[in-house]
C-alpha cells in the first residue's frame, strides 16, 4: 500500500518564515546600500610615472559611526579611515559628520600599478563600494639608435603596452627581415632591440626604425638613422608628445612613412 504524505502545519510555517526572513533581509541590505552613497573615479589613465589620484567620497545622513572605510587594490587594503596606510601610497582622510572622504594616491604608477581598485564603507547603516580601474599607456623611458656599414640598431625601454619595431629604408619596409629581443622588467615595462642587416646595394639611404603600439594602433616613438655610409650612434629623437601619432589602422600599410623625426651625425 502505497501511503501519502504531506507537510505538516508546523513545517508549512517554519518555510513561510524562512522565506520572508530571506526577502527581509535582502531588502535590509539593498536599502541599507543605497543609504551610503559612495562616489569614485570609474576610469583612470596614467603614463609611467605620474603619481595618480583615486578619490572615494561618502554621502549618508547617519555616517556618525563608521566602522570601516578602506581602498583595496592588488590583493591588500592600501589605505583605511583613520588608519596607516601602505608605505608605497599616500592616503589622505576628511572627517565630516556626513560627508567623510578616503583618497588613495598611488605613487610613481608603473604598468604593475595597472587595474582593480576598490573602496569600501561599513558603517552602522549600511555597507557599499565602488571601483575605480587604473589604466597605465604611452610609456616610454628612452630609446637610441646605432648603424654602421654593417647592420642598424634600435632600441626602446621602458615601454607599455608591448610594441613593435618596424624598420623603412625610404618608402621600402624591411620589418620582417629584422630581429627584435623583448624584455620585461619586474615594473611591467618592456625593453625591446631591433636589429637589420643593412642592404649593401643601397648605402646612401637613411633608414627610419618606429615603434608601433598594436594596442593604441599608432606610433609612440620614432628614430631615422642617416646613411650607413656615414655611421651614427644617434642619441633618443623625441618624447611622446611631438611623436604619437594615431595612424586608425591595426598595422600601418607597407610603405607607411612614421612621425616627424631627427638625427645627428
Known amino acids: 500500500m502505497i501511503k501519502a504524505s504531506s507537510l505538516s502545519s508546523g513545517t508549512r510555517t517554519q518555510h513561510v518564515f524562512c522565506w520572508v526572513s530571506i526577502i527581509w533581509l535582502t531588502s535590509a541590505v ?10 569614485t573615479i570609474p576610469k583612470v589613465v596614467a603614463q609611467c610615472g605620474e603619481n595618480v589620484t583615486l578619490p572615494c567620497n561618502a554621502t549618508s545622513s547617519h555616517l556618525s559611526d563608521i566602522r570601516f572605510f578602506s581602498w583595496v587594490g592588488r590583493n591588500k587594503t592600501l589605505c583605511k579611515y583613520d588608519g596607516q596606510p601602505d608605505p608605497e601610497v599616500l592616503c589622505e582622510s576628511v572627517t565630516e559628520t556626513t560627508h567623510p572622504k578616503l583618497t588613495l594616491t598611488l605613487i610613481h604608477v608603473m604598468p604593475v600599478h595597472q587595474g582593480n581598485y576598490l573602496c569600501k564603507l561599513h558603517s552602522k547603516v549600511g555597507v557599499n563600494n565602488q571601483a575605480s580601474f587604473v589604466t597605465v599607456q604611452d610609456c616610454l623611458g ?22 613593435k619595431v618596424h624598420w623603412f629604408q625610404g618608402v621600402v619596409e624591411l620589418t620582417e627581415s629584422a630581429s627584435t629581443q623583448e624584455d620585461k622588467d619586474q615594473y611591467g615595462q618592456y625593453n625591446i632591440t631591433s636589429t637589420i642587416n643593412v642592404q649593401k646595394e643601397n648605402l646612401e639611404q637613411p633608414y627610419n626604425c618606429s615603434l608601433w603600439i598594436p594596442h593604441a594602433k599608432k606610433y609612440l616613438s620614432s628614430h631615422q638613422l642617416p646613411a650607413a655610409a656615414q655611421g651614427c650612434t644617434c642619441p633618443q629623437v623625441a618624447r611622446l608628445d611631438d611623436m604619437i601619432m594615431d595612424t586608425g589602422l591595426d598595422e600601418p600599410r607597407p610603405g607607411f612613412i612614421a612621425p616627424p623625426y631627427t638625427y645627428s651625425h
Do not use: T
Open 30 to 39: 539593498s536599502a541599507a546600500a543605497k543609504a551610503v552613497d559612495l562616489q
Open 142 to 163: 628612452s630609446s637610441g639608435s646605432f648603424i654602421n656599414e654593417s647592420h642598424a640598431k634600435c632600441w626602446f625601454n621602458g615601454v607599455y603596452p608591448i610594441g
